[in-house]
């Protein structure tokens, strides 16, 4: 049982697995094409059943969780340095372990770098709008007049807000039950043969089910980005469009081979998950810099002023090291070009959205000229107003669930939703929905529905009311918010037999709340079923037109569409 217990540790904060476990026949490794698992016969192959094993997985949470406190700022274009160990391993310790151990998880799997070689991706980072890069770039490579060049379309996302389906797309839809159910055992059959393979070899007696279940098993986002990886290439994927989820340099998406990525992208840096990146923009730079890739384009925003220049610099030296070509996209051409907007319901709302247009652009340019194996075009043809001509129709059908979206509920309830929970991204939130509110009816009644775990939530609360504060034409202080709620991500209430629900950040956030906003009434609900309830009643009750921000985190967000969309398929 020495081999389950190991098995079972974190794979962050142990050397696990460092023997590279090959699934053989004979004495040579069976090819990712021919490979066939040993399926247990009790275990149901539904995509019910694929759920309860996802939530059987170690979390994301446990993993970030071993990254704080963060660690001390070094220089800011150095590599982060394991040769100091201490008895709980630091952050560039456990960074230093990811990749290789996301590779010899691959292998397991039995998706080897050839197969991903087949793949042809654009690789996007960054801190706040790479989820809306990715669905310009999405809807830019699966519209008409582009979608024979691209080919098969596989998106790789993360977070889902209602269903895990979300993050894995072929295009431009979710993948179905039964898809997700397939590709899921596949992986899951595939690493627990891995581990039953490596127990006979070192002579273990190994409990079957321990075999199966979650302890031979990565972490919750390596788990779905091997799923992810055996979709697309299940699913014949030519062009795919994938999305780090933490940083990029040390991140599960990064086993792509050099021959797999087309183009880069390094959206909107920001400061976030510093225990993991860093506390600096510059450091942050120097992990996002992981997607670039020798001899490919990596598209960036031009950062300004002092910290942004630094940034800038790490950024350069990054890609001097790696070989890498940066492009520098500048706001003032942005500015000059202005953006497409999307006369839609659902299309992609905010001024700032011109910015993840213009990369995006960009990137599918230049994925697109590789395919079709093209020289570079000639002056002028990568101008920002002839990309959008050419690829217009994929701006304006761009979709995000749960990025400044609004949504109806009847005739008495708007709903304003967004899952910023950074500063920066809260500062644009707060543009946007004072654009909003301004063109408000005087009698309605508006309603702040927040919660951010994880962060400061008083500064967040502070960043949200002076952004609105400074748009021309906001209500005073006092007045933007009527109502304000603060809850729990929970969807439900608590059960009977359920302790007592720790609601000591709400409280704090809405003791906030009432120093910033007095006339504001701030409650605390530890649900967002609840929540709504109290939206509902205040319009009903009241007889009067409700307004709702719903903001602070995309954990928030998905609770709140699947109570609005009880429902909706998961």
Known sequence: MAFCSTLIRSLYATRLFRTSLEVKTGNSLRSFSTITFRQSSTMARTYESALRHLDSIQSNRAITSLFSPPPPTPSPTAIPSS???????????????????????????????????????????????????????TAILTQP?????????????????????????????????????????????????????????????????ELRGPATKPFYFRFLTLVALRAFLGERVRSA????????????????????????????????????????????????????????KCFTRRLEGAVGEEAMRVLRQ???????????????????????????VGSLEGEFQKYNQALALRAASEHLRILDGKPEGQAGEDKLSALAARYSDGLRSARLRGRCETREDGDDITWFIDGAHTAESLEEVAKWFAGKRKALPDDVK????????????????RTLLEGIRKVQGAPKDTEIFDYAIFTRNDLHGRTADEPERDLSVQNAAAEAMRK?????????????????????????????????????????????LRTLEPGAEL
């Open 83 to 137: 040769s100091s160990l201490s008895a709980k391993p630091t952050a560039q310790d456990l960074n230093a372990q990811a990749i290789p151990e996301m590779l010899a998880w691959a292998q397991r799997a039995g998706i080897t770098q050839d197969d991903l070689a087949r793949l042809k991706c654009i690789h996007v980072a960054g801190t706040k709008g790479k989820g809306s890069v990715c669905a310009y770039l």
């Open 145 to 209: 007049s582009t979608a024979a060049a691209a080919g098969t379309l596989g998106t790789y996302t993360s977070p889902h807000l209602v269903s895990v389906r979300e993050r894995i797309q072929v295009d431009g839809r979710p993948i179905s039950r039964a898809l997700f159910a397939r590709y899921f055992f596949e992986v899951w059959d595939a690493l627990t043969e891995s581990a039953r393979a490596e127990a006979a070899r070192l002579g273990r007696t190994v409990d079957e089910a």
């Open 241 to 296: 469009v994938v999305e780090c989820g933490i940083g990029a340099e040390y991140d599960s998406t990064n086993i792509l081979p050099r021959e797999a990525v087309t183009a880069a992208v390094v959206a909107q840096l920001g400061i976030d998950h510093v225990g993991m990146l860093g506390d600096t923009l510059p450091r942050i730079a120097w992990n996002k810099a992981g997607v670039m890739k020798a001899g490919r």
């Open 318 to 344: 990054r890609a001097r090291e790696k070989g890498a070509v940066l492009v520098e996209i500048e706001d003032r051409e942005v500015g000059e070009w202005g953006g497409v907007q999307g006369a839609e």
């Open 446 to 461: 508006v309603v702040l529905l927040f919660n951010q775990q994880e962060r400061d939530v008083t500064r967040l609360l």
């Open 516 to 560: 910033l906003c007095p006339r504001t009434e701030a409650t605390v609900v530890d649900n967002v079923a609840e929540a709504v309830e109290k939206v509902k009643a205040t319009a009903h009750n009241n007889g009067v037109k409700v307004a709702v921000l719903s903001t602070g985190s995309l954990h928030l967000v998905g609770t709140l």
